[in-house]
């Protein structure tokens, strides 16, 4: 099955910044609404912020309103999100999924995922 895959992810000091990338190697995706989920240690995977299938609707959890910003290139083929200001509470596994609805934030609404990218944030 095809996969999403991310990158982008390290470890980087309180007030430092980030940028994720996401693609899918098939290119079928330009036509998806797609998101940004995270999972910490010892606690479910929790939505983070998602993106419409034509890029001019985003959508954040309030924790990182401000701080992070969720696109996608022209061609739909690459999301990213950059993540500023990045606390010790944004340490988790980042994870990107493709999903045709909008607006989700459920993990089981998506049914393509990514195999994640670890991001740690010392204090």
């Known amino acids: 099955q095809v996969q999403l895959v991310e990158s982008g992810g390290g470890l980087v000091q309180a007030g430092g910044s980030l940028r994720l990338s996401c693609t899918n190697p098939e290119r079928t995706y330009s036509a998806a609404h797609m998101a940004w989920f995270r999972q910490a240690p010892g606690k479910e995977r929790a939505f983070v912020a998602a993106i419409n299938w034509s890029g001019d609707s985003t959508y954040y959890v309030d924790s990182v309103k401000g701080r992070f910003t969720i696109s996608r290139d022209s061609f739909g083929d690459t999301m990213y999100m950059q993540m500023n200001n990045l606390l010790p509470e944004d340490t988790a596994v980042y994870y990107c999924?493709?999903?045709?609805?909008?607006?989700?934030?459920?993990?089981?609404?998506?049914?393509?995922w990514g195999q994640g990218t670890q991001v740690t944030v010392s204090s």
């Open positions: 999924a493709q999903s045709n609805i909008w607006i989700a934030t459920r993990p089981s609404d998506y049914p393509l």
